[in-house]
């Protein structure tokens, strides 16, 4: 359950607290008072994508802060996302550094939210599968995760029968001549990098005198007569002495000590590298000629070294394939008729457990219609196979769920047939269908109502209120006959800022019976007046029978 909100200078919010409860709540205001902008600082910390132009006029960041109970294992699960006009996101969940990606699986996970663009989602035939997925998700989820895997394995299989093919239909003279390039660039034997680290070498090799005679001073320098090292253990024998006489200098000669042991280290480190120095002038002249060879080698088969040991990769290939050609394509078409075999037999478990879900779904699904006053409307849905070649990763159905708004009419695709309010309605019965199987904890909707008036408004109502009785709803609506059910109502409104008349600031306020009296009378019929509250309340008495 959502139990607190804190959303500070993101669009217009200042500073904003909200405490939630369980069962339904309902957030109403004028168009444009700001009620959407809730629901986006809700999509942040789910893991949705954050943009800066949604930071507060004035303001460097914007923050995004919640707290849910009852989560898991765990009693609690607190959630923090701030987002900089640099564009720089900083997320945090349960006070430790996290990522927008946990967001996504800890948050996005116990949230559905179903914002007003989902409505077209519903007529997307391309979205069904997901939806009888989800719902049939315990017995379905393996299979997919079957199909999956051997979906893999066949792409696998299918890319390397596509590569011998392709290598087979090579001319002998590409053969011949790959067998020369990969004999030239095996002589050579070149490793990665080794240009760079050559390149790195040569100064060093062309200037080992001088490094020598530069280290030999070093050395001398801390180890020679009256040099740091020699001092250091004078000053360590006179702090010994005065130690002797008063403890208070032990600490300092302990440092001086510390002193001395670094830079014996530092004097042994140096020592060992002037012993390594290569005073050989073969050894420089041995390093210009391997690079040589090296930038030769690039020039003609690179034009990088990384790309010359790619291409004697792909040459090695190549000339094996010359020599081993029919044993390899046998091999490959075997591999690649064995994967299709079993990527076939795994999309057909999938298919078949979907088809033997879809009764049930639809079953549940025209019960929750009913419950939307949609009357006799009938739900079907068509699952039919895919070519081959238009599998996805979704498996090699294409699943569309079709609508009869009465029984004389044969069912067909909802783009089709249903209208604005119906689509509402049917997009309604498929979140309360979908939220009941996979147990998300949290529904909310933004104007669901949305094309709905009346009676059918109360059926709305009295569904979302059946639905928190399982679930923590909070929805955004336009509709007196929907706000009358909630168990908890906000008014969001804007108010001009005190500092500056030009700006305004979104609030959000909980309302007591009598302001929510007002606000549903408000709703009912534009005014507030003794007739309009009279009619507020006897809605609410309704609803609360």
Not at 145 to 157: E, I, K, M
Not at 447 to 455: H, K, M, N, S, T
């Amino acid at each position: 359950m959502l139990r607190d909100l804190h959303i500070q200078d993101f669009a217009l919010i200042d500073d904003l607290w909200l405490e939630f409860g369980p069962g339904l709540t309902v957030l109403t205001g004028e168009t444009g008072a700001g009620k959407t902008v809730l629901l986006s600082a809700l999509e942040l910390i789910m893991g949705g994508r954050g943009d800066s132009g949604q930071i507060a006029p004035g303001a460097d960041k914007a923050k995004v802060e919640a707290a849910f109970d009852h989560v898991g294992a765990g009693s609690e699960l607190t959630v923090s996302r701030t987002m900089t006009s640099n564009g720089r996101t900083r997320v945090l969940l349960d006070g430790d550094l996290s990522s927008v990606g946990a967001l996504q699986k800890n948050v996005g996970t116990l949230i559905d939210l179903h914002g007003q663009h989902d409505h077209q989602a519903l007529l997307s035939a391309s979205r069904h599968i997901e939806y009888l997925d989800r719902w049939a998700a315990e017995p379905i989820a393996p299979l997919h995760d079957a199909y999956l895997s051997a979906r893999a394995t066949w792409q696998a299989a299918a890319k390397e029968l596509a590569e011998v093919e392709s290598l087979i239909a090579k001319s002998i003279e590409e053969r011949e001549s790959g067998k020369v390039a990969l004999a030239e660039i095996e002589a050579v034997d070149p490793l990665p990098a080794e240009d760079d680290e050559l390149r790195a070498r040569v100064p060093a090799l062309q200037n080992s005198g001088r490094i020598a005679e530069l280290m030999n001073q070093a050395i001398d320098t801390l180890r020679g007569d009256q040099a740091a090292l020699e001092r250091l253990y004078d000053l360590d024998d006179v702090l010994g002495q005065v130690a002797g006489y008063d403890q208070s200098v032990v600490d300092i000669a302990g440092e001086v000590r510390t002193a001395r042991t670094t830079l014996e280290g530092i004097a042994d480190a140096i020592s060992e590298y002037s012993a390594g120095i290569d005073h050989d002038p073969r050894a420089t002249e041995q390093a210009f000629e391997r690079l040589a060879i090296l930038e030769s080698l690039s020039k003609r088969y690179g034009p990088t070294l990384d790309k010359v040991i790619e291409r004697r990769e792909r040459l090695s290939k190549l000339v094996d394939l010359a020599e081993n050609s029919e044993e390899r394509l046998f091999d490959a078409r075997d591999a690649e008729k064995d994967a299709c075999s079993t990527l076939e037999e795994a999309a057909c478990a999938l298919s078949k457990a979907r088809k033997m879900a879809a009764t049930d779904f639809i079953a549940q699904l025209s019960a929750a219609a009913t419950d939307l006053e949609l009357g006799k409307v009938r739900f079907d849905i068509d699952i039919s196979e895919l070519p081959f070649d238009q599998w996805t990763a979704t498996g090699s159905d294409k699943v569309e769920i079709l609508y009869a708004p009465a029984p004389a009419v044969p069912p067909r695709p909802l783009a089709k047939i249903a209208s604005g309010g119906e689509i509402s309605r049917v997009m309604l019965a498929l979140k309360s269908v979908l939220g009941e199987a996979d147990n998300t904890s949290i529904l909310i909707f933004d104007e669901v109502d949305a094309g709905i008036g009346g009676a059918t408004g109360l059926a709305i109502g009295a569904k979302l209120k059946k639905l928190a009785a399982t679930h923590q709803v909070i929805v955004v609506t336009h509709l007196a006959q929907v706000a009358a059910y909630a168990d908890a109502h906000f008014l969001v409104s804007k108010v001009e800022k005190s500092d500056d008349a030009s700006t305004v600031n979104t609030i959000v306020s909980p309302l007591d019976n009598q302001a929510r009296t007002k606000e549903i009378a408000r709703m009912l019929s534009g005014s507030t007046s003794q007739t309009a509250q009279t009619h507020a309340k006897e809605l609410l008495e309704s609803a609360a029978q």
